[in-house]
């Protein structure tokens, strides 16, 4: 059980560049998260995923997009990278709507974006 | 709206003291779950703890203690005789059952414990 993955571990853009951050749970999770933690802050919310095909913005959706084809895979893409979004991006996943549930986080990706 | 506060941005202590990390949370909502997840240095977030707004009794697991106290909004977090792998980044949160309904947590800023031998 291998839990949350993100790839890649780190990245650095040129800004005008896009990428896509993958994650990937393999717990049957329905509910699934992106946040971004900038340098000294606490997460904040980008998108999330009430299951597949379902997906909503969080507090800080610009300038990024996200998509949910399957329950496994969230992955989050960068559209014109800018340096504003130079910080730590982490997914979770819990496994259904209520709000007791632990959410499970991945290892992160530290994206610079120059 | 949901908020989450960590007025002490950095706390430094010697090994075996005491010390206690403050966390103050603002929600509307009567049913809400609060959280505490520490961030060692390697970067990942690691669940601790979970108390939800009709438990008010303290717990206590090993060196780790924690008190919710409903009259406050507060939940606070002690470690007892910290250690120097104690030292990490610690973050409580908040997820509220219906006021954003996005079932997502609410983060504090985070308080940077270092705990030097």
Same mark, same amino acid.
């Given at each position: 059980n291998a839990g949350v993955t993100q790839t890649p571990k780190f990245r650095i853009l040129k800004i005008g560049q896009s990428m896509t951050l993958q994650c990937t749970q #393999?717990?049957?999770?329905?509910y699934m998260y992106w946040y971004r933690q900038d340098p000294g802050m606490g997460l904040k919310l980008i998108y999330y995923s009430v299951g597949a095909g379902i997906t909503d913005k969080g507090e800080v959706p610009n300038g990024y997009n996200v998509s949910r084809s399957t329950t496994e895979d969230f992955p989050l893409r960068l559209e014109l $990278? $800018?340096? *504003?979004?130079?910080s730590v991006y982490f997914c979770a996943s819990s496994p259904d709507r209520a709000a007791y549930n632990e959410q499970f986080f991945g290892p992160g990706t530290r994206l610079t974006v120059l | 709206a949901q908020k989450v506060t960590q007025a002490q941005t950095e706390i430094s202590v010697v090994e075996k003291e005491d010390v206690t990390l403050d966390c103050v949370y603002e929600t509307r909502d009567t049913t809400y779950y609060l959280f505490w997840y520490k961030q060692p240095p390697s970067g990942e977030l690691v669940f601790l703890i979970r108390r939800n707004s009709f438990d008010e009794q303290n717990e206590i697991s090993g060196r780790y203690s924690w008190n919710f106290q409903k009259s406050t909004s507060s939940f606070n977090f002690t470690i007892t005789a *910290?250690?120097?792998? #104690? *030292?990490a980044v610690y973050f409580c949160a908040l997820n509220a059952d219906?006021?954003?309904?996005?079932?997502?947590l609410t983060f504090g800023s985070g308080t940077r414990l270092q705990v030097q031998p």
């Open positions: #393999d717990m049957n999770h329905n $990278a $800018a340096p *504003s979004q130079t | *910290s250690q120097v792998v #104690d *030292s219906r006021e954003t309904g996005r079932r997502a």
